[in-house]
């Protein structure tokens, strides 16, 4: 039932993220546990929410590629990962209950993060977590990685913690961009958007376009 009603009211249904497997393969989740599969680049597609173990139809937010594996992040907890292009999915351990906003990470380790600065890594590739202390209790939407190999996490608040590459001696840094809304890297630059345009972060030792 589930299925059918999202097939039927799938142009309504929000859509949270995408990752480009190759240029014919591409996953997309959103709201109520949905997931398509693309294999001809969007020409078609194919519903994949039988392949997940989702009854309760949980928001599915964030889609991120490490190490040939597709993790997954949602809501209440929800952490998933597939090694096969998304065709087959397995559920993760959650190390807390609240929602994931997104999932991150490198060739050393998963970050997943979410709801009241909650931030956790793995280095077993999501078999057992340990947390990243931020203090601070907004939510965590975006990470990314800096040439060093720390971490940038930007909050809802607005506010950006920058971390050595294991997580600790948390800096905070305060910002005017309001409506904060992700980070994303350009060349060697790392951008924050929000409702008053784009800016580099140019305080955390990144140079500027």
């Known amino acids: 039932d589930d299925i059918e009603d999202a097939l039927a009211n799938r142009s309504t249904r929000p859509l949270f993220d995408l990752e480009i497997v190759d240029p014919n393969t591409i996953l997309v989740v959103g709201a109520y546990g949905i997931l398509f599969k693309t294999i001809d680049g969007g020409e078609s597609w194919q519903l994949l929410m039988d392949r997940m173990k989702n009854p309760e139809g949980l928001h599915l937010y964030d889609l991120h590629t490490l190490n040939g594996a597709i993790y997954l992040a949602g809501e209440y907890g929800l952490l998933s990962v597939s090694r096969d292009s998304g065709e087959t999915w397995t559920m993760l351990t959650s190390p807390y209950q609240g929602s994931f906003f997104g999932v991150n990470g490198d060739s050393e380790q998963v970050i997943a993060f ?3 600065g909650n931030v956790f890594k793995s ?37 950006v913690f920058l971390t050595n590459a294991q997580g600790n001696n948390v800096q905070r840094i305060e910002t005017e961009v309001e409506g904060a809304t992700a980070l994303f890297r350009a060349g060697q630059v790392i951008w924050l958007s929000g409702l008053n345009g784009l800016h580099p972060l140019e305080n955390i030792g990144t140079k500027a376009l």
């Open 114 to 116: 979410g709801l009241q």
């Open 123 to 159: 280095e077993d590739a999501g078999q057992s977590w340990d947390s990243i202390q931020l203090s601070t209790s907004s939510a965590i939407i975006d990470m990314n990685y800096l040439d060093d190999g720390r971490m940038v996490f930007l909050a809802t608040d607005g506010n």
